[in-house]
Nanobody, 122 residues
Framework: VHLVESGGGVVQPGGSLRLSCAASGRTARSYTTGWFRQAPGTEREFVTA????????YYADSVKGRFTISRDNAKNTVYLQMNSLKPEDTAVYYC????????????????WGQGTQVTVSS
């Protein structure tokens, strides 16, 4: 499974961005997909994940109510809608895929994208 993120950029506090994660590979749509982020000098942090069917989702407390994950299996794409962005959301955002059930553990994800930078600054 090959993953490519897009949609990052610079936004003011309170603004919105939508990230996309395009997957290729015959079975890409059957994988649980997650988003992680990493700010300079910090460990990679779980943000959210969605089951292959799109029925189940899970969010970190820090983004609950502000971020929404969704997927379009016809397009092999997972989206991360980020609203009410804060400076502390600044990080490189990675999408990742696993054939396991919904999990927050980065080491359970076998496939990773290259990351996209999100900067929240006035």
């Amino acid at each position: 499974v090959h993953l490519v993120e897009s949609g990052g950029g610079v936004v003011q506090p309170g603004g919105s961005l939508r990230l996309s994660c395009a997957a290729s590979g015959r079975t890409a749509r059957s994988y649980t997909t997650g988003w992680f982020r990493q700010a300079p000098g910090t460990e990679r942090e779980f943000v959210t994940a969605i089951s292959w069917s799109g029925v189940s989702t899970y969010y970190a407390d820090s983004v609950k109510g502000r971020f929404t994950i969704s997927r379009d299996n016809a397009k092999n794409t997972v989206y991360l809608q980020m609203n009410s962005l804060k400076p502390e959301d600044t990080a490189v955002y990675y999408c990742a895929a696993t054939n396991r059930i919904l999990t927050t553990a980065a080491d359970q994800y076998a496939y990773w994208g290259q990351g996209t930078q999100v900067t929240v600054s006035s």
